[in-house]
């Protein structure tokens, strides 16, 4: 009887021949990395190797820079966190100048990692320039008239993104124009056609990497809504098109990200993460693959691709794991333990082979294959005994408008900046430090840099109304704010 070769000796044989083909030169140095990096070896020996602490909340937002060197993080204390990943070392902090929980913290490319952009529960889009010192410069962009959980930066622009917030309005940025935001539309109901329709609250947008004038937004319903910023008339939200599950399902949508090879997953409130082809999407869409296992009922959550080809899909869930699935099969790999609580973020390195995790812990996780030996299969029924997490994000009494915003109760407190400086020594290897202090922050020190009373687009409180469907200049021309020249690409 001959004996099988098995799925790891077979993967072993592949990776010296392809380092073979390398040293004799049939194999592009590139090539050669992108095998590696999507070796499902690596994902399987993915293990923690730092925790970062410096925040004292939930960490709500991960980001790296364009070169990868540094990941960018956004907390319920309403700090922007600049980190050293590679040392698990703080490089600098400020204050984001919000009144609500930072959802979103990115560097715009091209711009010598100096110009952040950073939405938030307020409902906010700011502007913040990094000075040398390590200090920020922050200005009020725009302000939807609700929580506003995701910004969309288009693939190698440094002056051009997107916005979108629960009161359903999707905003542009162009950073060298005087008026640097414009309101594009108001996302409302499609089976109401009228301006009074149900507005849709808007929790994800995501640009296509291949066409960056083609971008999809979904929230309180069960559509995605795909947009053409070629086709797109103003005074209308009118998707180019848009399409839900086969099943007819009528789940909320909580995460989008597209791949390079016409892809689009969508993860629902819920329920699972559906993998859609992007050619298809107009007429005879199909759901290509379906990821399930993860739980997704709390709090907002992404998803994301891993790997140099999209090879794999993440996602957190309630019950405190990272999920990594193979993405053409739907096979999950891995259930990561990263929280005591809820995974919210996985946000992969652009590069290398790691991730970041992060949740309702106020640390940051750093994942590198440092595992001696390939983890275990995933065995669903163990992840499932892991039961409802003792973790209540909202009342259900009030689900609409609680579930997605916290409170700001630190206004009125003092802001300790000591507590960020790189003197504070965490000891890295305690799992269960507690963050007994005063969690208060004052704004005092942001009133001469920005002004917090500019209301861009004023109409937009009466949006929830349907009185404003249509395009609008945001701008806030207070001789105190940065001139928009400074966010202007070198």
């Excluded at 794999?312 to 990263?338: H, N, P, Q, T």
Aim: with cysteine; hydrophobic share 35%; glycine share 8%.
């Amino acid at each position: 009887m001959k004996k099988r070769v098995g799925t790891k000796n077979r993967s072993g044989a592949k990776s010296i021949l392809n380092l073979w083909q390398r040293e004799v030169g049939d194999l592009a140095p590139k090539s050669f990395s992108n095998l590696a990096r999507a070796s499902e070896d690596l994902v399987l020996r993915l293990g923690i190797t730092k925790k970062l602490k410096k925040h004292r909340g939930c960490v709500n937002a991960l980001s790296f820079s364009t070169d990868g060197d540094i990941l960018v993080s956004g907390s319920d204390d309403r700090m922007v966190i600049m980190w050293n990943w590679e040392d698990g070392l703080m490089k600098s902090s400020f204050h984001s100048a919000h009144f609500g929980n930072v959802f979103q913290a990115r560097f715009m490319p091209y711009t010598d990692d100096r110009t952040m952009i950073t939405c938030a529960a307020d409902g906010e889009v700011r502007g913040h320039i990094l000075m040398e010192d390590g200090s920020a410069s922050t200005k009020m962009l725009a302000k939807h008239a609700g929580p506003a959980h995701k910004i969309a930066i288009e693939p190698g622009s440094p002056c051009n993104f997107y916005s979108c917030g629960e009161d359903g309005a999707v905003m542009h940025f162009d950073l060298r124009k005087k008026h640097v935001a414009k309101k594009l539309f108001v996302c409302r109901c499609l089976e109401d056609v009228t301006n009074n329709a149900p507005i849709v609250r808007l929790r994800a947008i995501a640009i296509d990497p291949r066409d960056p004038n083609v971008f999809a937004v979904a929230g309180s319903d069960e559509k995605v809504r795909i947009y053409d910023i070629r086709k797109y008339t103003p005074n209308s939200g009118c998707p180019t098109y848009h399409f839900s599950p086969p099943d007819g399902g009528s789940a909320e949508i909580t995460g989008l990200a597209f791949s390079d090879a016409n892809e689009l997953l969508v993860s629902y409130f819920g329920d699972s993460i559906h993998l859609f082809l992007r050619d298809q999407l107009q007429d005879n869409y199909i759901v290509h693959q379906v990821y399930k296992g993860h739980t997704n009922m709390e709090t907002v959550k992404g998803v994301s691709f891993l790997g140099p080809n999209c090879e794999y899909v993440a996602s957190g869930s309630d019950c405190g794991r990272a999920f990594i699935w193979r993405k053409r099969d739907g096979v999950l790999l891995r259930a990561m333990e990263g929280d005591k609580s809820v995974v919210n973020c996985i946000e992969p390195h652009p590069f290398a082979s790691m991730i970041a995790t992060s949740g309702i812990e106020s640390n940051i996780k750093i994942w590198t294959p440092n595992l001696t030996e390939p983890a275990s299969p995933v065995n669903l029924d163990e992840v499932a005994e892991v039961g409802i997490v003792n973790w209540i994000a909202f009342d259900d009494s009030d689900t609409d408008d609680d579930i997605f915003w916290v409170a700001d109760n630190y206004a009125d407190d003092e802001f300790d900046t000591d507590m960020y400086s790189d003197d504070d020594d965490d000891d890295e290897d305690d799992d269960d430090d507690e963050d007994d202090g005063d969690d208060s922050f004052d704004d005092e020190d942001d009133e001469s840099i920005y002004d917090d009373d500019a209301d861009c687009n004023d109409d937009q409180q009466d949006n929830n109304n349907g009185s404003d469907n249509g395009g609008g200049n945001c701008d806030n021309d207070n001789p105190d704010d940065i001139s928009r020249d400074d966010f202007r690409a070198a």
